[in-house]
């Protein structure tokens, strides 16, 4: 099973690889995100890459371009990551890039989906495998129309789908006000509604449900799941478990 390696502001690269190889020693796939506006040099980033791949036999990343507003060096977009040529440098088969199913905070759907055609473009060209992670969201169909759509533009990637995992509302209602999470907001609040209180733990069940009623060709573009963890490891976990039989391969972010 892959489990992510978030890059928070101000984290120490060298302190990831070292979660990276603790995790690959209990037997899991560790996949790093590379923050592309915290690296401070080609050098940091070169190095970073080296020891994720030498240490911890990384494979596969996701690359991002940061929560801080100035680049700390030369790159200041994922796409600046990409271009530098240190992925395929250091023998990285598999890249995975953000969707946002519901609207990117700063770019313009246009310009998102330009985006991805350019990371198709460069996965071809560098023969590597280029997937798309999405944000999470609360109902099945904004990712079933946003997939609709990258097929209709010819961005013939893998799709995985971000799950927020089992949490309270008031929780999930936080890292959705922080993450910019559109319209499908409003069925997390129909839910609080229903409940009448904020203490019931909510999963992924019904964004689930409602992706396994879509059109097969919605469905073959769905390469596995990503599981954010929102209410710990535990709770995601056990939501894994209980749906081994039903959903694509499922990852988890380590925190």
Same mark, same amino acid.
């Given at each position: 099973?892959?489990?992510?390696?978030?890059?928070?502001?101000?984290?120490?690269?060298?302190?990831?690889?070292?979660?990276?190889?603790?995790?690959?020693?209990?037997?899991?796939?560790?996949?790093?995100?590379?923050?592309?506006?915290?690296?401070p040099s080609r050098e940091a980033l070169d190095d970073f890459l080296a020891r994720a791949?030498?240490?911890?036999?990384?494979?596969?990343?996701?690359?991002?371009?940061?929560?801080?507003?100035?680049?700390?060096?030369?790159?200041?977009?994922?796409?600046?990551?990409?271009?530098?040529?240190?992925?395929?440098?250091?023998?990285?088969?598999?890249?995975?890039?953000?969707?946002?199913?519901? $609207?990117?905070?700063?770019?313009?759907?246009?310009?998102?989906? %330009? #985006?991805? =055609?350019?990371? !198709?473009?460069?996965?071809?060209? &560098?023969?590597?495998?280029?997937?798309?992670?999405?944000?999470?969201?609360?109902?099945?169909?904004?990712?079933?129309?946003?997939?609709?759509?990258?097929?209709?533009?010819?961005?013939?990637?893998?799709?995985?789908?971000?799950?927020?995992?089992?949490?309270?509302?008031?929780?999930?209602?936080?890292?959705?006000?922080?993450?910019?999470?559109?319209?499908?907001?409003?069925?997390?609040?129909?839910?609080?509604?229903?409940?009448?209180?904020?203490?019931?733990?909510?999963?992924?069940?019904?964004?689930?449900?409602?992706?396994?009623?879509?059109?097969?060709?919605?469905?073959?573009?769905?390469? $596995?799941?990503?599981?954010?963890?929102?209410?710990?490891?535990? %709770? #995601?976990? =056990?939501?894994? !478990?209980?749906?081994?039989?039903? &959903?694509?391969?499922?990852?988890?972010?380590?925190?």
């Open positions: 099973m892959d489990v992510t390696i978030t890059f928070l502001p101000g984290d120490n690269y060298r302190r990831n690889v070292e979660t990276a190889s603790e995790l690959r020693r209990a037997g899991y796939n560790p996949v790093p995100h590379i923050a592309a506006r915290e690296m791949r030498g240490e911890a036999d990384v494979r596969r990343i996701l690359v991002i371009a940061g929560d801080v507003a100035a680049a700390k060096g030369p790159f200041g977009s994922s796409r600046d990551v990409c271009a530098s040529g240190l992925i395929e440098a250091n023998g990285i088969e598999s890249v995975s890039v953000a969707g946002h199913p519901e $609207g990117h905070p700063f770019l313009a759907p246009a310009n998102a989906f %330009k #985006a991805l =055609e350019a990371w !198709r473009d460069w996965g071809r060209q &560098a023969g590597i495998r280029v997937e798309v992670t999405t944000q999470f969201c609360f109902e099945s169909a904004p990712i079933v129309e946003w997939i609709g759509e990258l097929g209709a533009r010819g961005v013939d990637l893998p799709v995985i789908v971000g799950l927020a995992g089992p949490a309270t509302p008031a929780t999930l209602m936080k890292f959705a006000l922080r993450c910019g999470i559109g319209n499908s907001i409003r069925s997390l609040r129909s839910q609080i509604g229903r409940f009448g209180r904020l203490l019931i733990d909510t999963g992924p069940d019904d964004v689930v449900h409602g992706l396994q009623s879509a059109p097969e060709k919605t469905k073959a573009s769905i390469a $596995g799941f990503h599981l954010f963890p929102f209410g710990g490891l535990r %709770k #995601a976990g =056990e939501w894994r !478990r209980s749906y081994a039989g039903h &959903a694509p391969q499922t990852e988890r972010s380590a925190p």
